[in-house]
């Protein structure tokens, strides 16, 4: 008969026996649970823990799955079978990652709130992994300066952030309750596990002056391809794999307009390809600023003369925005070419999805009303639009409180202040 035993705040330690070799030995293990549960349901859990390692010693739970071979079976049999290529690469990469190496080789019922919750804090100290190649992998290596500041003590890895670990939380969430519909769990232990709290990352919004200065700059000094990238995202709000599909075939010239339907995107199986939007709200038409519609007929010219120029080298397909002799860019390069670009200009830490940031907060500031800005970012609901540009509607904020104050004033109660108080009355 086993036992369950509360050692400290959260903390609790379940105790069994079994029988090895004709004497009887204890097996112990410590749980730590949420802080948010009440010590009640702790104690239900750190039972049915209990239960579950006394089936496992005496040989019960051989058939269940482990976390490992669900996993697959999840990623291919029951996964959305609408679910982009990109999407199934993501959380494939993060079960390879940080996941499947840790608790992979669990029996499903073995996924018990306590041990997720020991999972996702042991996860929160993990450091984070870079991408950046080893000097010898490099074609030409570092310079000095920033070799010598990668070497630094600051440079040295920091822990994962909790928008990091909200991705894990999520998978591992997704995937369980899909266990929980076709009957492979009772029910989702992720539902008990709290929920890594991250600040909101304030959104990127330039004051006009500072606007116009980038676009004078962006006009003068940058080549073609990276002044088109940029005019797409900030004047017409695209998305960076929107601009890379791009053709000038979805410009209606006369209307003024261009159909944004495809998106550039890429996954390290697959490499680069394209297709639909993320969204049925990320097809949609966006009217031009007639400015930006000469812009793109002087390009398009521009990519008409060098392929009669050069029809040897070129390799143009109609791509607004290409690389030299008009070949597709990859989806990253854009966004490269820009944060080099930026920061070099005085614009350090500005990237290239800030530009549509800077779109939204634009128009907003200046009264174009919600659901038009919504449709122009392609958001599938105008309250993504005002949770994550609220912080852009201050004007707005004192217009209601003149509104208020007018009424106030109205009523009689209170004079305005610009009229002389009759200190008798």
Known sequence: MGSVEKRGKNSWRISTQVKISGRWQWVRATLHMAPDLQEDTQRRDAMRELR???????????????????????????????????????????????????????????????????????????????TRLPDEKLKRPRRQAEAAALAAPSAAARPLSAKTALLYYGCMKTMLAAAVRLGKLEYNPMDRVQRPKKRKKKTVSLPEDEIITLLQLILTEAQQPLRLAVFLAMLCSLRLGEVGALKYSAVNWDAGTITVSRALKYTPATGSFIEAPKTDAGDRVITLPPTMLRILRDAMWDDVMEAQDYPDTWQGDQFIVHSRHGARVNKDTPSKWFRKFADAHGF??????????????????????????????????????????????????????????????????????????????
């Open 52 to 130: 579950k390692l006394e089936a496992r010693l005496a040989g019960e739970l051989d058939e269940t799955p482990t976390l490992r071979q669900w996993a697959e079976e999840w990623l291919t049999r029951h996964l959305d079978p609408d679910a982009s290529p990109v999407t199934v690469s993501n959380y494939r990469y993060l079960l390879d990652s940080r996941i499947l190496p840790v608790l992979g080789n669990l029996p499903l019922p073995d996924l018990t709130p306590a041990r997720l919750t020991d999972w996702l804090h042991n996860l929160r100290k993990d450091p984070r992994k870079t």
């Open 348 to 425: 350090q830490g500005v990237t290239f999805h800030d530009l549509r940031h800077i779109h939204a907060s634009f128009l907003l500031q200046h009264h174009i009303d919600l659901q038009s800005v919504s449709v122009r970012m392609g958001h599938a609901d105008p309250s993504v639009t005002l949770r994550v540009y609220a912080d852009a509607l201050p004007a707005r904020d004192q217009e209601a409180a003149a509104a208020m104050d007018a009424l106030l004033i109205s009523s009689g109660a209170i004079p305005p202040e610009d009229l002389p108080v009759d200190p008798d009355v």
